[in-house]
């Protein structure tokens, strides 16, 4: 998926869940009160259903993540309403700085040397907030209220409303210029349907639905998160083997394939090193991304990938594939060590078949398509060769 496709969706998807809600708040007369009492029930299920989710699958930012929000939801629920309103003010200047650190953070283990120390930071934050809130400091409550930040509910009202402007400007930049923050788009969405929440939490029903809201959000998020570790290649961001199987299960009777392979790659690793052949992979990887004429391309394993030309031909195929193979085997490469840099160039061998009637299954084509490979490689390389 392209840089553009992924923003629009990942912004897309949690905005239009956050407006529903705001729809249901706005109008919240016309609709039955129980629906309303249900609300704080749901969003407890959902939590720990990200909860169970995310410890099962080994995600431990959602964790990180959603347990801050059952603990406010709680402390609004059973505090008295002075300690509910200090935890209104460190709420809402810590909530989106510490989902800003844990969007940033890569996955580790939970139990790993990284881990024990999230666990370890989130524990102390955790406590210094239980513990201003049991045991309120004047000064500082003061400090965080006062003219310096502007006063009540009006823009940069105090200063937990411009920790929030600072983490959205800090969110849109990664998502404009980071493309390996893939989620950016929701966790952006989710810090503004937090603040809104807060907001209107003098609005019946307003903070409760964007609870829920963010809850649902982050299960959204959750589930394409496990959908991409299973069916992407986390080196090259393409999709794997087992996507590529599914996809061609999905296809009538006309389609083509092109098995591609990278030239003498064990031979470049073994002389550069594989950190040098992950980049080379990542490389060839991004111009196959963008092959034209309608195909998608995956990474079948090692050095090898596919590109899949739904309803066309082997002619078809061959022109798109053919060009892909002239731009890789024109891109400059940069090999960068201790010695200095040198520039290389890499090149790519293809076989391309189209699906027959004696093809009894996917495995089949592309059993066919690697043997035209193999001649491509025979031949001299740096070549396509149509079956």
């Known amino acids: ?69 059952l603990l406010i939801n709680l402390g609004f629920e059973y505090l008295g309403a002075k300690k509910a309103t200090d935890l209104f003010l460190y709420a809402s200047l810590l909530y989106p700085l510490h989902l800003l650190l844990f969007l940033s953070l890569r996955e580790r283990g939970l139990f790993s040397i990284w881990g024990i120390l999230k666990i370890v930071f989130f524990l102390l934050e955790i406590g210094a907030v239980a513990y201003f809130v049991a045991y309120p400091n004047d000064a500082l409550t003061a400090l965080l209220k006062s003219k310096l930040f502007a006063a009540s509910f009006y823009p940069l009202q105090d200063i937990s409303v411009a920790v929030g402007i600072f983490v959205l400007f800090i969110m849109g930049a990664l998502l404009l210029f980071n493309r390996y923050l893939i989620y950016n788009g929701s966790f952006f969405i989710i810090t503004v349907t937090f603040y809104a929440g807060f907001y209107f939490i003098k609005t019946a029903h307003a903070y409760e639905l964007s609870m829920l809201s963010i809850g649902i959000i982050i299960f959204i998020l959750l589930i394409r ?40 790659f064990k031979k470049f690793n073994d002389t550069y090193g594989h950190d040098t052949g992950d980049e080379v992979l990542k490389m060839v990887a991004s111009r196959l991304a963008n092959v034209g004429g309608g195909g998608k391309a995956y990474r079948y394993g090692g050095e090898e990938f596919v590109l899949l030309f739904p309803s066309k031909d082997a002619d078809e195929s061959y022109t798109h594939t053919d060009i892909l193979r002239d731009t890789i085997a024109k891109s400059p490469f940069t090999i960068r060590n201790k010695k200095g840099s040198k520039t290389i160039y890499i090149n790519i061998s293809s076989g391309i078949v189209q699906k027959s009637s004696s093809d009894r299954d996917p495995f089949a084509v592309m059993k066919r398509a690697d043997n035209a490979l193999y001649k491509a490689k025979k031949a001299g390389r740096n070549q396509v060769i149509k079956a």
Not at 15 to 41: G, M, N, W
Not at 49 to 58: A, E, K, P, R
Not at 229 to 239: G, H, I, N, V
């Open 1 to 69: 998926m392209n840089s553009l496709k992924s923003v629009a969706l990942n912004i897309s998807i949690p905005l239009f869940i956050s407006l529903t809600f705001a729809f249901i708040a706005y109008y919240e007369a016309k609709i039955p009160e129980i629906i309303f009492d249900l609300v704080p029930y749901l969003f407890y299920a959902i939590s720990a259903l990200i909860l169970w989710v995310s410890w099962h699958f080994n995600r431990n930012r959602f964790i990180f993540i959603v347990i801050p929000l």
């Open 225 to 264: 998160e496990s959908y991409r570790l299973a069916f992407y290649d986390e080196l090259t961001s393409l999709p794997g083997r087992r996507a590529l199987v599914e996809d061609m299960a999905k296809l009538g009777m006309k389609y083509s394939l092109a098995m591609i392979d990278i030239d003498h």
